[in-house]
């Protein structure tokens, strides 16, 4: 059984940086593609991004900010989050699946999820 479990949120200024990571256990790592979904209350969780075995895809929204990035020793999938705005702040939900030919940006495609992690970011 897949567990995911993020880390890293914070408070940050707007313009600043924040690294965010989820750690993985479970089996094959490597066979999974790792996204990146985020949610405001209210509104239905969104895709920011993805990572497969190779390129990472990012919602447009995020496109030139962020990175993802994955360590396929340590088991873990990062996001690097740079020039952040207060629309940025979000539940930030690490997801996993195995099935890696699913629609990469839709909530449904995953099969496993982490318990998200806050980020705030200030004007």
């Known amino acids: 059984q897949v567990q995911l479990l993020e880390s890293g949120g914070e408070l940050v200024q707007a313009g600043g940086s924040l690294r965010i990571l989820c750690a993985f256990s479970?089996?094959?790592?490597?066979?999974?593609?790792m996204g990146w979904f985020r949610q405001v209350p209210g509104k239905e969780r969104e895709f920011v991004c993805t990572?497969?075995?190779?390129?990472?895809y990012y919602a447009d929204s995020v496109k030139g900010r962020f990175t993802i990035s994955r360590d396929n020793v340590k088991d873990t999938v990062y996001l690097q989050m740079n020039s952040l705005k207060p629309e940025d702040t979000a539940v930030y939900y690490c997801?996993?699946?195995?099935?890696?030919?699913?629609?990469?940006?839709?909530?449904?495609?995953?099969?496993?999820w982490g318990q998200g992690t806050q980020v705030t970011v200030s004007s």
């Open positions: 479970g089996r094959s790592f490597s066979s999974h593609r």
């Open positions: 997801a996993a699946t195995a099935t890696v030919w699913r629609p990469y940006d839709r909530a449904q495609s995953y099969d496993f």
């Open positions: 990572i497969s075995a190779g390129s990472g």
